[in-house]
């Protein structure tokens, strides 16, 4: 094919996403103004259907220490279940007040990240299956190859976890607690601590997708 010896290419070299993850996508907080429309961890307007949320947490390396340079990204459907797609063939109509995808930066102190959104309804699974309410997330942070891809599941849905095809595609129950979010109430806010444990003892499950 025009001369082409394909057994002569080589793979290109796997890049890690760092030293400066934010710079290239999330310029705004190192202070640097490129784009006209930042993204940002707000998924939600004034007349988002649903039950107002804040998800939070920090990413810890194999030694505890929490990272402090590192993007994570979440994905979700609406309080009814739709994900705001055109892949997502449901009867039903998405929520257009509602995003659905947010990106945002730990703090470069503390390693927090948030997200204002909303509580996401079941959505169907695979072989007439319904898939208990989560929250898709992937991180970047240095030293990283690829994304790692994780759920979000929320411990006051106890009877839809019990169901989901996913969680229970997990074989020992001490590793689904690691996408399990605790929930309290601060302020006036719901909040749901989901912390990140990239290795060690307590390792987040990461699904190879």
Same mark, same amino acid.
């Given at each position: 094919m025009n001369g082409w010896n394909f057994q002569e290419l080589k793979e290109t070299p796997s890049q890690t996403g760092g030293p400066y993850v934010?710079?290239?996508?999330?310029?705004?907080?190192?202070?640097i103004e490129v784009f006209e429309h930042n993204l940002d961890n707000n998924l939600?307007?004034?007349?988002?259907?649903?039950?107002?949320?804040?998800?939070? +947490?920090?990413v810890f390396d194999g030694l505890g220490l929490p990272l402090r340079d590192v993007l994570v990204e979440i994905w979700q =459907?609406?309080?009814? +279940?739709v994900y705001p797609s055109q892949a997502d063939s449901q009867a039903k109509e998405a929520d257009s007040a509602f995003l659905g995808w947010g990106r945002t930066g730990a703090d470069f102190n503390t390693g927090f990240w948030s997200f204002n959104t909303i509580k996401p309804g079941a959505v169907p699974g695979r072989k007439v299956s319904t898939q208990a309410p989560h929250i898709a997330l992937i991180i970047f942070a240095r030293g990283i190859n690829i994304g790692l891809n994780?759920?979000?599941?929320?411990?006051?849905?106890?009877?839809?976890? =019990?169901?989901?095809?996913?969680l229970n595609s997990i074989e020992w129950a001490t590793r689904r607690q690691t996408l399990v979010a605790k929930r309290e109430e601060r302020d006036g806010e719901i909040v749901y601590r989901f912390d990140i444990r990239i290795q060690g003892e307590d390792e987040t499950v990461f699904f190879d997708i």
């Open positions: 934010h710079i290239g996508l999330l310029p705004k907080q190192a202070n939600v307007q004034e007349n988002t259907q649903g039950q107002r949320i804040r998800l939070e +947490g920090q =459907a609406d309080a009814n +279940g994780t759920r979000v599941y929320f411990d006051d849905e106890a009877e839809a976890n =019990a169901k989901d095809p996913v």
